[in-house]
Nanobody, 124 residues
Framework: QVELVESGGGLVQAGGSLRLSCTAS????????MGWFRRAPGKEREFVAF????????AYADSVKDRFTTSRDNAKNMLYLQMNSPQPEDTAVYYC?????????????????WGRGTQVTVSS
């Protein structure tokens, strides 16, 4: 059974930095686009970022562009989200997910596998 496990969440001050990681187990990691989504309290789940399977394509939500960077290490089956200068509005549960659309996709319904999420809280 495929398993995605996020880590690295926690409490961070606005303007600081935080790096989330996602470990993929029992997944043929390479052909999958890996994405990050988040759900803030009282809000719908939203796309944050993705990286295509060879790392050539990335995309970001406008709200995080130029502050967050996603990357992957296919040799280690790892996905990362570097969060620089987070703001209180970035407070949410962050999920990693895997999609068979290898060139990249922002649509949550195209992602087959999901982690359980890691809480990120940004204090002002």
């Amino acid at each position: 059974q495929v398993e995605l496990v996020e880590s690295g969440g926690g409490l961070v001050q606005a303007g600081g930095s935080l790096r989330l990681s996602c470990t993929a187990s029992r997944l043929t990691f390479k052909p999958y686009t890996m994405g990050w989504f988040r759900r803030a309290p009282g809000k719908e789940r939203e796309f944050v970022a993705f990286v295509s399977w060879m790392g050539r394509n990335t995309a970001y939500a406008d709200s995080v562009k130029d502050r967050f960077t996603t990357s992957r290490d296919n040799a280690k089956n790892m996905l990362y989200l570097q969060m620089n200068s987070p703001q209180p509005e970035d407070t949410a549960v962050y999920y990693c997910a895997a999609s068979p659309i290898s060139t990249g996709t922002t649509q949550a319904e195209t992602y087959d596998y999901w982690g359980r999420g890691t809480q990120v809280t940004v204090s002002s």
